[in-house]
């Protein structure tokens, strides 16, 4: 995200700022509101600050992108709209807008009959590009409008080397064919558009190699071979000059009926309102002449998820348009019968509702589907072709003229049909609970649903917002009237999530049955580690976890994964992250039990856990290299672990990981693997901490405690005690002192002085905590004394720093600042940025309560920046709200403001009791402006 004001560039300030003004480039003029706005940048959880920090961002970018414009009067380029704001730039200000308006000038002069002219407009489009759209704004790279903006990209490419090939400037056009190749390595339409390329521009060996490679690539990655449209280009290549194919005999057709097949409508049909408008638009601009050829929307998702539903609910509401005739099929990809429909098939059934005679239909398949464009040609039918298997099975039902729509459906992504056929994708997810609760209403009525809110509620969570099972307990519902919506809830809550609660007599209603049917369409390496995924813990998947859990290599299970996710039984949300819903988790945990053994799950999970303890203890050792470190043993053979280049990469990994590391703790402590128990609590503690996650830690740390107390082994339960101390500690729990105290015995016995001195630091933050400065003093003069008889310059520096914050607590400014300082030159030489930061923070303290206010916001700076820089995030809102103070009473109000504000933004997702407070400050600012 870049902007300029006469050629200068500005700095458009932190990545939340930026991300702001990239939603509103985006929307090209058009309104954002608020929460459209609060949805993009923070999804499902935003902070209770979210439209403060939204409108101090608008603030920010108003100065700076109308440093002139007077005061108290609108702003120009950034007006208020609503409870939004849009982004008003003067034409061609904005990449975007110009990108968009010469592609469809290109569109206009290729109608036109002008290729050239089109190829030159197109040009010029592409030439905008400079690399991925808000290329460094991470949190909007899953954003839809970011992805249909690459999309739209993409099509430009293909449609700009098409004409370039065709107007004999093949030659011109390889660089640009060759980079939208290398970009999509495994796309046939891009790598046959390249070797057709080499061929117009007479490298013919070029073509060939073109060929051989990605033939090869196919194989190795998705083990497949070439489609059709590759294999045209090379059959083009070997024989350049094929004689043109003779005429078909002219079939002539009488007048045919109109066919309506649809099946009859979804009622009550619910959600799904922003999957509606997308299919709306695409209409619109069909209607509208925008769009020249076959719009085709393929619509896939998860087994059960409604794809069928939205297609024929969609179709419906627009069959008028299409006076023509609505033409039906279930292809059958998925049928537990195994009889796929052919296409040839389908074209025969498309043929007789058209009144074609028996007699007229051409023998050959080919000849068939050219007849069944012939009649299509000039007329305006809906297609709808549902349950589709992959994108061959739909090219030969595709119309090869403009005025019909087709809808797609498959649980498979069509991935071909997108890139190859201009496909527009439409992705079905699980239901939102507001999506989910209007269906249950739609389906029992509101009085029903509103008797038992919470039980709801509940079924909806244990349904985990899949259309299927959530229609099936409605069913169950309607026909027992006098059962209750908590007396379901009940009988769903008894089956542990399972899905005995949600079979029936009809396959097809029945969860468990319409799972098997995409199961069962899998290879058998797919289907192997379908099962065994059942046994990850975890909201998310790793293409490494994976690996480890079926004992393969990473590029070996990276094909096994993509079948997994074009058979949408497990979901791509980031690159190289799956995710799986509950139900589709509970199938595979019932299949792994049934058809795997014992010890080859217990092995599987060793192998997995395996990957934990060491990918989470190599990233912990590169967040905090000076922290003392523990021995693993040798991962096991079929362990992959993900290759963590730096301290970023670390962070990176263990903030995705986060969730799937706690569920990983509990399950090895469930399976009996205390080692990975305890091993895991430890690797975990300094990211914990950074963030702080006090309840987390508290949470692996009893999980490390019982594991020690069952290995019955002192130095993991005293470093368990020692952990929980802390933590409870700053959770304000009364039995912190106790686990404190608890691990000094252990430290005692073990002979263990370094750790004994830890405890003793511990120790003063409690009697800090009850206003005993005296005594904390005299607990951290005893640390100092421990690491320094050992020789630990690390915990020294601790000390020391421990020691003067006490002492400026008791008013000795001058031996606080000695031992402050002092630690500060320690943890310097040691290249310690962590410590470095605590011991700035403290010296901030020191001068703040001297009245050295420049000095000390100088220090609460420094240390902030440290903080930012090593990812501490408690530490760093510790910071703000420091510098927030010492800003305060310098008379810097509108700083100050802006810090606190920074801080609570940090706070408040992991709820720490220490945002009321910053919370409170906010309040008294924001009174005294308005006074």
Known sequence: MRAWRDEEPLDLGRVGQRALLGL????????????????????????????????????????LLEPGRPPRTPSAILPSVGDGYALRLPEGALDLVRFRHLTVTAAGAHQSGDPGLAAAHLGEALRLWHGSPLADIPMLASHPKVVALAEERRAALARYGELM??????????????QAAAEQPLDEAAQARLIRGYQAAGR?????????????????????????????????????????????????????????????????????????????????????????????????????VGKTALAVHFAHQVRHRFPDGQLYVNLRGFDPSGSVMSAAEA???????????????????????????????????????????DAEQ?????????????????????????????????????????????????????????????????????CAGLPLAIAIVAARAATHPDSTLATLAEQLRLAGGGLDALTGDDPTIDVRTVFSWSYHALTPTAARLFRLLGLHPGPEIT??????????????????????????????????????????????MELVHTFDPEPSRR??????????????????RLIDPHREPITLAPPQPGVALEALAGQEQALSWLTGEHAVLLAAVEAAAAAGFDAHTWQLAWAMTTFLERRGLWHDLAAVQGAALLAG???????????????????????????????????????????????????????????????????????AEQAAGIFRAAGERSGLAGACNAVGWYHAHLGGYQDAFAYCQGALDLYQAAGDEMGESHAWDSLGYIYNLQGHRQRAILCYQRALDLRRKVGYRYFEASALNNLGDVQQAAGEVDAARLAWQEALDILDPFGHPDASGIRAKLHRADAAIAC
């Open 165 to 178: 090939i065709a107007t004999n400037a093949a030659r011109d056009a390889l660089p640009v064919l060759e």
């Open 709 to 779: 107390e069952r290995l019955d082994d002192r130095w993991v339960r005293a470093h368990a005690h020692r952990r929980l101390g802390h933590f409870q500690l700053w959770l304000g729990r009364d039995d912190a002192e106790t686990h404190l105290l608890e691990a000094l015995d252990l430290y005692r016995e073990l002979g263990d002085e370094c750790g004994q001195g830890r405890i003793h630091l511990n120790l003063a933050l409690v009697r800090e905590r009850r206003g005993q400065h005296r005594a904390a003093l005299g607990h």
């Open 394 to 462: 739909v090219r030969p039902l595709l119309p090869g003229s403009p005025g019909c729509l087709v809808l797609v459906t498959s649980r498979n992504h069509l991935t071909s049909l997108v890139a190859a056929d201009g496909a527009h994708p439409v992705t079905l997810n699980l239901l939102s609970p507001v999506e989910a609760r209007a269906l249950l209403v739609g389906r029992l009525g509101p009085d029903r649903v509103a008797a038992h809110p919470g039980a709801a509620d509940e079924i909806i969570t244990l």
């Open 347 to 389: 074209v025969r059934g498309f043929l007789e509702a058209f009144g074609v005679p028996a007699d007229r239909i051409p023998a050959s398949p080919h000849a068939q589907t050219a007849l069944y464009r012939s009649l299509l040609a000039d007329r305006r039918v809906l297609v709808l072709l549902d349950n589709a298997r």
């Open 543 to 588: 293409v490494p976890t994976a690996a480890s859990l079926d004992g393969m290599s990473t590029a070996q299970v990276r094909p096994v994964l993509a079948e997994l996710v074009r058979a949408n039984l497990i979901t791509e949300h980031s690159p190289g992250r799956y995710v799986r819903h509950d139900l589709l988790r509970s199938y595979a």
């Open 603 to 620: 092995a599987a999970l060793h192998r997995l856990l395996n990957h934990w303890v060491h990918t989470a203890y190599a990233a912990d």
């Open 24 to 63: 509103l480039a985006l929307a090209c003029g058009q309104p954002l509101s608020r929460a459209e706005l609060v949805d993009a940048l923070w999804g499902d959880t935003p902070p209770p600050s979210a439209a403060n920090v939204i409108q101090t961002c608008v603030k920010h970018l108003r100065r």
């Open 204 to 304: 013919r060996a070029q073509a060939f190699l073109a060929y051989e490679e990605i033939r090869r690539r196919l194989a190795e990655v998705l083990g497949i071979d070439p489609g059709p449209e590759l294999v045209a280009a090379h059959t083009a290549l070997i024989k350049e000059d094929e004689p043109p194919v003779a005429a078909a005999k002219s079939t002539a057709v009488p007048e045919h009926p109109v066919p309506s097949q649809l099946p009859a409508d979804v009622a009550p049909f619910t959600g799904r309102e922003r999957h509606m408008r997308k299919l709306d638009d695409l209409l619109e601009n069909m209607t509208s002449g925008r769009a020249k050829a076959v719009v085709i929307s393929a619509v896939s998702g998860t087994a059960g």
